[in-house]
């Protein structure tokens, strides 16, 4: 039963601490998602890799957040430092983008990330 | 500005009846849309896709239609159960120069009553 996995699940640390999250994508999709959730914005996109490489990182605040693929079974969204408002759900999705584009998303379990 | 809408307020409906969800969008002209449930607690699961050339999608007791004159898709969920209690989100996916952006709405909490 193939799906994404995310590590940890769960982090809770001080401002100021670099995070660091990791995703296994399903094996064989080449298209990598990073997503943040909040109550008040919803889901909002990150950014994207599409064969291990950055096509979209205009979601994320580029002074703080930095995503890569160190290899194709592994995507690492890093924040240094943290801060308070970072506070959210972050999801990892894979996919197999097709000749069309359009394809559906797998979603991780997500990491629940309290910064206090 | 660009804006995805969906009813911010949950649904309750009577198990068996059809459940219609709406999802509303300006300035966007998007290549497709898709359709998510997430569960508390998990990730979004993937449901329906429908492209912009295509005007309705069945899947089981699941109709997507897609209206690009009025910027408007529809979710609709026959025969309702309370396991399809969830809430779903639909999302936009427009593409530039041959990248996508992709965009959620903020979701809609469905409840089915026994």
């Known amino acids: 039963d193939a799906r994404v996995t995310q590590t940890p699940r769960h982090k809770v640390t001080e401002m100021g601490q670099e995070v660091t999250m990791r995703c296994q994508p399903i094996l064989g999709h080449n298209t990598v998602f990073w997503y943040r959730q909040t109550m008040m914005q919803g889901l909002e996109l990150l950014a994207y890799f599409r064969n291990r490489a950055p096509l979209d990182d205009s979601g994320m605040p580029k002074d703080r957040f930095s995503a890569e693929m160190p290899d194709a079974t592994l995507a690492t969204l890093k924040i240094q430092p943290s801060e308070p408002r970072d506070s959210a759900v972050y999801f990892c999705?894979?996919?197999?983008?097709?000749?069309?584009?359009?394809?559906?998303?797998?979603f991780g379990p997500g990491t629940r990330l309290t910064v206090l | 500005s660009q804006k995805i809408e969906q009813n911010s307020e949950a649904l309750n409906i009577q198990e068996g009846k059809t459940a219609t969800l709406t999802c509303n969008y300006t300035n966007y002209s998007p290549a497709y849309l898709q359709w998510y449930r997430q569960d508390p607690g998990r990730g979004p699961v993937f449901l329906l896709l429908?492209?912009?050339?295509?005007k309705e999608k069945r899947k089981e007791r699941l109709k997507v239609t897609f209206d690009t004159t009025l910027k408007q898709s529809l979710f609709h969920i026959t025969a309702s159960q309370p396991a399809d209690s969830a809430t779903y989100l639909c999302?936009?996916?427009?593409?530039?120069?041959?990248?996508?952006?992709?965009?959620f709405g903020t979701g809609t909490r469905l409840k089915v009553l026994a």
């Open positions: 999705a894979s996919g197999r983008a097709g000749t069309r584009g359009g394809h559906e998303q797998f």
């Open positions: 999302a936009l996916a427009t593409t530039t120069s041959g990248t996508y952006k992709y965009i």
């Open positions: 429908i492209r912009e050339n295509e």
